[in-house]
């Protein structure tokens, strides 16, 4: 609170701090960004419990109002509400039900200037690497993702800190379409909370059922094409990447 909270801070200001740091170090044009909110929109489109369900062209997102140095409003997810359930047993069928390989959790620094390094979410990095070993699968075999896209720089910075891309190339991986359902790492498969909208309480439930309806090929009009789908991760978020959720499913 003496840090952050009672100098005025939330988490708008914070992800916009976050943003500054992300464009400045790596050189990027700020405008990159727009190819998450272009890939979310995009998803949502097909996606019925959808709350965006327009797509989003770079001439709007460019124009659109700045919510905070850096953050545009198709940076910054919609709250709404909503309500997602799990059903667990113990008695699956492998290679036919989805099977919780692995759930993870972490914590960091409530405060970002605590960090040794504010652009690596430390607790994602040793959340996902730590389910990945329980699993024993390793990221290649990870053909759906679904990032904490709150804000643009939440979903390149889970990119990046669980290893799908490089330090600075989230941006990349999505402008080269590599984000899409038909790219290299999927992710935001029914808009995200981006475009699907953030329900908060449910956000992480939705994502671990939107997971579980990629595996056993029950999404419907936003199903991953892949015939080679057989694990996915969802990556829930409180705060800055405070405390951290992973859940690994697989068949």
């Not at 914070?14 to 960004?33: K, Q």
């Not at 692995?102 to 200037?113: A, E, G, K, N």
């Not at 419907?220 to 892949?226: D, V």
Request: charged fraction near 20%.
């Amino acid at each position: 609170w003496a840090e952050e909270g009672a100098t005025g801070e939330t988490f708008l200001t914070l992800n916009s701090l976050l943003t500054r740091e992300y464009v400045e170090r790596h050189g990027i044009d700020p405008d990159d960004f727009f190819a998450f909110a272009r890939n979310a929109h995009d998803n949502a489109a097909t996606a019925p419990h959808a709350l965006l369900r327009k797509p989003v062209s770079k001439e709007t997102y460019s124009a659109s109002k700045t919510l905070a140095p850096f953050i545009r409003l198709f940076d910054a997810c919609p709250v709404c509400d909503g309500a997602a359930a799990v059903v667990l047993s113990s008695n699956g069928v492998k290679g036919q039900d989805v099977l919780v390989a692995s759930t993870q959790t972490r914590t960091d620094s409530l405060s970002l200037r605590r960090r040794q390094d504010v652009l690596e979410l430390r607790a994602l990095r040793e959340a996902s690497e730590a389910a990945l070993q329980e699993a024993s699968l390793e990221l290649k075999h990870v053909g759906v993702f679904e990032a904490h896209d709150a804000y643009s720089i939440m979903t390149a910075l889970c990119l990046e800190s669980v290893g799908f891309a490089g330090p600075g190339q989230a941006c990349a991986l999505a402008m080269a379409g590599e984000t899409s359902r038909r790219g290299r790492v999927p992710i935001s498969t029914f808009g995200g909370l981006k475009a699907r909208g953030h329900p908060v309480g449910a956000s992480g439930v939705y994502q671990v059922a939107e997971i579980a309806a990629q595996l056993t090929r029950e999404a419907g009009e936003s199903q991953i094409p892949s015939q080679a789908l057989r694990a996915g991760m969802a990556v829930s978020l409180g705060g800055a990447a405070t405390t951290v959720s992973v859940s690994l499913l697989s068949l």
